[in-house]
C-alpha cells in the first residue's frame, strides 16, 4: 500500500465523520509501521480542542477489514458496558470506535481502502521501553485485568484477523518449508540456529495439543502485548487502557502472557549482536508475573496458570523461528536496516530461550508462590 494514497483518501475519510465541530487540521501521528495513521485535530463549537485517530487499514496484512472492526467493535462495547457498570470513566478505560455518519464502524473509500476513527484517550504515558519496574508491573495488571474483564466474552465468535497467527506448530512447519526450499542458499552459514530450531519440534506443539484436547479453553487475546499498547495514567502510573486491538483474536490467555515476558524481561535490543549482553531476567519475570496473576488469577484455570512459563517459552522460540524463517526465505516480511539483522534478532530471541530453559524451575516456582 503506497503511502501516497493515505494521503490521497484523507479528505474524503475526514468527510465521512462528524466530529462535533470544525476540523482544524489532520497530521500523520505515531510509530507504527502498519497502517497509516493521522492525528486529527478539531474544534467544538464550544471553543474546546478535541483530537481524533484516524487509520486507513492496511488490507495486505490485514485482508478483512470488516471482520477486524466487528472484533474491536463487540470487544469494546463490551468492555465499555462493564468499565460503565461498575463506575469507572468510558473515555479513558477502553477505546471507542467513531461511527461514521452513516452508522458504519469503518469508512471504505473510493479506491477500496478502509479506515476508522477513534477519540484520542487524553494525556496519557505511552512508553517504548521499561523505565521503570514499576512500568512493567503495572503494563502486567492491564492486560492481566484486560483478560479478567473478557473472561465471559464468547471467544469463538471473533475473527482471525491473522490466520494461525499464534499457532507455533504452524510456525514450525513454515520453518521446514523455508529450510526444505532455501530459497537464497542460506541455509548452509546458519545450522546452528536450524538445529536449535529442529532440536525444539515437540515443544512447538505443547499448547496447541493442550487446547485442541480441551485442557486449555480458548480466550480472546490481544495477540500483541508489549508495554508500548498499554496508555499508562501520568500522575499515578497505573494502566489505564488497553490499545491496538488489530490483533485482538481467540487464542490462549498464556500468549498473551508470554509475549509480554519476551519482550518486557530482558534489557537487550531486539536484535542486539554481542549475546553477553541478551540475558533473561527472573526478577523482571516475577514482577509481570505477580502483576498479571493479581487482575487475571481469579479468571483463569488452574492449567492456564501452571502452563504459563510455557507461554513465555514458545512466544520467545516462535518470534525466533519467524526471523529465522524470514531470514532463509529473504527477509520480505520484517523490514531490516542492514544484512544480517533478522538473523540476529534470531539469535536474541533463541539466547532467551536457553535463559528460560536454565530457569525452568525457577520459572515454575514463581509462578506457583502467585497463584
Same mark, same amino acid.
Given at each position: 500500500m503506497a503511502l501516497c494514497k493515505a494521503e490521497e483518501t484523507l479528505n474524503e475519510a475526514l468527510g465521512a465523520y462528524d466530529f462535533g465541530g470544525q476540523v482544524a487540521g489532520a497530521l500523520r501521528y505515531g510509530q507504527g509501521h502498519i497502517n497509516d495513521t493521522f492525528c486529527v485535530y478539531v474544534q467544538t463549537p464550544e471553543g474546546d480542542a478535541r483530537r481524533f485517530i484516524l487509520q486507513?487499514? !492496511? +488490507?495486505? +496484512?490485514?485482508?478483512?477489514?470488516?471482520?477486524?472492526?466487528?472484533n474491536i467493535v463487540g470487544v469494546t462495547d463490551y468492555l465499555r458496558a462493564i468499565v460503565e457498570k461498575n463506575g469507572g470513566d468510558t473515555a479513558r478505560e477502553t477505546m471507542t470506535v467513531l461511527r461514521t455518519k452513516e452508522g458504519a464502524t469503518f469508512y471504505a473509500d473510493a479506491t477500496g481502502g478502509a479506515g476508522r476513527v477513534y477519540p484520542v484517550v487524553e494525556d496519557p504515558l505511552c512508553l517504548q521501553k521499561v523505565e521503570d519496574p514499576k512500568q512493567f508491573y503495572e503494563s502486567a495488571r492491564a492486560f492481566g485485568r484486560f483478560q479478567q474483564l473478557l473472561a465471559d466474552y464468547p471467544a469463538a465468535t471473533l475473527h482471525e484477523t491473522i490466520a494461525k497467527f499464534h499457532d507455533t506448530r504452524n510456525r514450525f512447519a513454515n520453518f521446514e518449508k523455508a529450510l526444505a526450499a532455501d530459497a537464497c542458499g542460506r541455509? &548452509?552459514? *546458519?545450522?546452528?540456529?536450524?538445529?536449535?530450531?529442529?532440536?525444539? &519440534?515437540?515443544?512447538?506443539? *505443547?499448547?496447541?495439543?493442550?487446547?485442541?484436547?480441551?485442557?486449555?479453553?480458548?480466550?480472546?487475546?490481544? !495477540?500483541? +502485548? &508489549?508495554? !508500548? !499498547?498499554?496508555?499508562?495514567?501520568?500522575?499515578?502510573?497505573?494502566?489505564?487502557?488497553?490499545?491496538?486491538l488489530d490483533t485482538v483474536m481467540p487464542g490462549l490467555a498464556a500468549n498473551d502472557y508470554g509475549d509480554s515476558i519476551r519482550f518486557g524481561a530482558n534489557h537487550s535490543a531486539e536484535d542486539e549482536k554481542d549475546l553477553s549482553k541478551v540475558n533473561f531476567d527472573i526478577g523482571l519475570f516475577e514482577i509481570y508475573t505477580k502483576g498479571f496473576l493479581e487482575t487475571a488469577g481469579g479468571a483463569l484455570t488452574e492449567k492456564e496458570k501452571e502452563t504459563l512459563p510455557w507461554g513465555a517459552k514458545l512466544m520467545t522460540l516462535e518470534c525466533g523461528i519467524r526471523f529465522l524463517t524470514d531470514y532463509l526465505e529473504g527477509d520480505h516480511y520484517f523490514k531490516v536496516h542492514r544484512e544480517g539483522q533478522n538473523l540476529d534478532r534470531c539469535r536474541t530471541q533463541f539466547k532467551l530461550v536457553r535463559d528460560m530453559e536454565a530457569q525452568w524451575e525457577d520459572m515454575a516456582a514463581v509462578v506457583k508462590k502467585y497463584m
Open positions: 486507513r487499514i !492496511n +488490507t495486505d +496484512t490485514f485482508t478483512d477489514p470488516k471482520g477486524l472492526m466487528e541455509a &548452509k552459514d *546458519v545450522q546452528a540456529e536450524i538445529d536449535f530450531v529442529l532440536a525444539r &519440534k515437540d515443544d512447538c506443539s *505443547v499448547m496447541v495439543n493442550l487446547l485442541e484436547a480441551g485442557e486449555l479453553p480458548l480466550r480472546v487475546t490481544h !495477540n500483541d +502485548t &508489549k508495554l !508500548n !499498547n498499554i496508555l499508562l495514567d501520568r500522575k499515578t502510573g497505573e494502566g489505564v487502557c488497553v490499545i491496538d
